[in-house]
């Protein structure tokens, strides 16, 4: 009987951020599961639970706090990894502590990378988000940074990025020796991405770098590989905490871990730094 109930709900319709209806797919949270870094016993365990919960209607946002939760009582730093996506989200509203946060991704990766740049065009001057640099190769990145889930950064980004990229490179031929060539642009986006974005891009030969493409280096493989964490990963920390942080300039864990004065300057106690350096301890791969 148990078994027929598991099918039945298996094929519920659930309820997407954008208010979309789509089948559920265990495909889909197994391998979301996995990504978080979830061995296989603890995904058929956190599977088996949710299954028989499943019923048509159901909004997704439930089901993944459902899946956290099970996760938070059996592995926490596996939940923590599980909640990665709602961590980079709340890195906002404004997107410059998206761009940080993604320039030392990149420089864990091996770049040598700067924030917030003024490089000459040909038509114009451009501010750009990340400047790169390896291999001899310049690269700039446009970092594309959404605070709410159900939105797509979708081709006209991906045509603007691209417009940039041009631009600097004509400059670069008129004035040459004056600024660096600029190789490669890229776009860096914490959403979803737009088949026309991704068919443009393709087209086009820009990079794009969204939350779950390409299948192999997307912004959740780049996170997880290089383990530099969000301070906003840390559950020891409430929004206030991370609001106040994030106003200062701190993005990461690793700059909590490094000096306790931005978290004395909230009015946190030694026990409660303790507490905190404690948790980027467990949940920070970095260290």
């Known amino acids: 009987m148990m078994d027929m109930v598991k099918e039945r709900n298996a094929v519920a319709w659930v309820i997407k951020s954008t208010g979309e209806r789509e089948r559920f797919s265990l495909t889909k949270l197994r391998r979301s599961l996995e990504r978080s870094g979830a061995d296989k016993e603890t995904i058929e365990m956190v599977v088996s639970h949710i299954i028989p919960e499943l019923h048509d209607g159901m909004k997704t946002s439930a089901i993944y706090k459902h899946a956290y939760s099970i996760l938070k009582k059996s592995k926490y730093p596996v939940a923590i990894c599980y909640s990665l996506r709602k961590a980079v989200m709340e890195l906002g509203p404004s997107g410059f502590p998206f761009e940080k ?3 030392e991704v990149l420089r864990r990766k091996g770049y040598r990378a700067q924030t917030g740049v003024i490089l000459p065009g040909f038509c114009v001057s451009h501010e750009v988000d990340v400047l790169m640099e390896k291999d001899n190769r310049h690269i700039f990145a446009e970092c594309k940074f959404h605070n709410q889930q159900g939105i797509k950064t979708d081709v006209k980004v991906a ?3 691209h417009a940039r990229f041009l ?6 031929d008129v004035k040459e020796g004056a600024v660096p060539k600029i190789h ?4 860096i986006t914490n959403t979803k991405l737009t088949l026309d974005a991704i068919q443009y891009a393709q087209c086009a030969g820009l ?3 969204g939350w ?3 299948e192999q280096g ?3 493989d780049l996170i997880l590989e290089t383990g530099v964490h969000p301070l906003t990963f840390l559950s020891t920390l409430s929004q206030s905490d991370k609001n106040s942080l994030l106003e200062q300039g701190i993005v990461m864990c690793r700059d909590l871990k490094n000096s306790p004065a931005p978290l004395k300057s909230i009015g946190f106690s030694d026990e409660q730094i303790k507490n905190v350096v ?4 467990k949940v920070c791969k970095e260290f």
């Open 218 to 220: 997307n912004l959740q």
């Open 207 to 209: 990079t794009i770098i």
């Open 212 to 214: 779950d493409y390409p």
């Open 184 to 187: 490669e642009g890229w776009l």
């Open 167 to 172: 631009d600097l490179q004509k400059g670069h």
């Open 159 to 161: 045509l603007y990025v």
């Open 101 to 103: 946060y993604v320039a």
């Open 278 to 281: 404690d948790e980027i301890d």
